[in-house]
């Protein structure tokens, strides 16, 4: 039974999952290896994708790690080519890498907002267009972005963060409606603030947490499987006629 509590045969397809060495991405690895994929991890920082391999190896699944950066093309097209060649297929990418600096407009700098851009915005974006070569001559193949809620709504210090986000999202439309009559499916998972080494930080500022928790109607912060879950369901064949979507996991932020 997966963590995520829902199950899919991904029995001997190659997933690929950039930013996999923690939070949201680590969730996600490990839902997909108990699905029964074999799962390439892949991240800037090796002691995180250390991690993920110890909660990968406690159930037996393949693992292959990564040292990428996101922001160089180059370390682009090294990942997903060592992603491929490990079974000589690719079939999913799950693109969950990304940045938040949160500064007020006025105090926005250049610096910030390329580092937030290149990584959120490019780095997606070339991560699907790197794997999208490897997919379309087998005719098949499911790409997952990992946006947020912050693509639909505004929120306070977050002007970078919420135009990479809806960079994406629109995006992915485009790559959608391209890539389906080679059977390649894009889709997007945009959840809400979630309890992950990015955000525990931000929530020791109570007024903070408090203005978070009066915007998710279900009242509680989401944990990395519930975002895991909506990946699982779009790399199923459950999800055959999706693509070009949006999946909210936000707990009605956005409805309200």
């Given amino acids: 039974m997966s963590v995520t509590g829902l199950t899919a045969d991904l029995g001997g397809q190659v ?151 809806g960079g994406v999202t629109q995006f992915t439309k485009v790559l959608a409606g391209e890539w389906g009559k080679y059977g390649v499916r894009v889709n997007c998972v945009a959840p809400t603030f979630v309890d992950t080494p990015m955000t525990r930080p931000m929530f020791e500022d109570r007024e903070f947490l408090q203005d978070v928790m009066s915007r998710i109607s279900l009242g509680y912060i989401g944990k990395p499987s519930d975002v895991a879950g909506a990946v699982i369901y779009l790399v199923s064949e459950a999800a055959n006629l999706v693509t070009g979507s949006t999946i909210l996991v936000d707990g009605g932020w956005v409805a309200w």
């Avoid at 991690?51 to 190896?57: K, M, P, Q, V």
């Avoid at 990942?79 to 926005?108: E, F």
């Fill in 15 to 165: 997933a690929l999952v950039v930013g996999g060495g923690r939070g949201i991405g680590q969730a996600i690895a490990v839902s997909l290896a108990e699905c029964g994929a074999r799962v390439v991890i892949a991240g800037r920082t090796a002691e995180d994708l250390r991690a993920t391999e110890r909660a990968l190896g406690e159930s037996g699944a393949a693992c292959l790690s990564v040292t990428a950066d996101v922001t160089r093309i180059a370390d682009i097209q090294t990942m997903v080519d060592a992603a491929h060649a490990w079974h000589d297929r690719l079939d999913i990418l799950v693109n969950s890498a990304g940045v938040n600096i949160p500064q007020p407009s006025l105090d926005v700098t250049e610096a910030a907002w390329d580092t937030i851009i290149d990584t959120n915005l490019k780095g997606s974006f070339f991560c699907c267009q790197a794997a999208a070569k490897k997919m379309i001559p087998r005719g098949s193949g499911r790409i997952v972005n990992i946006t947020s809620q912050m693509a639909f709504v505004g929120y306070y210090d977050r002007a970078a963060y919420c135009a990479s986000k």
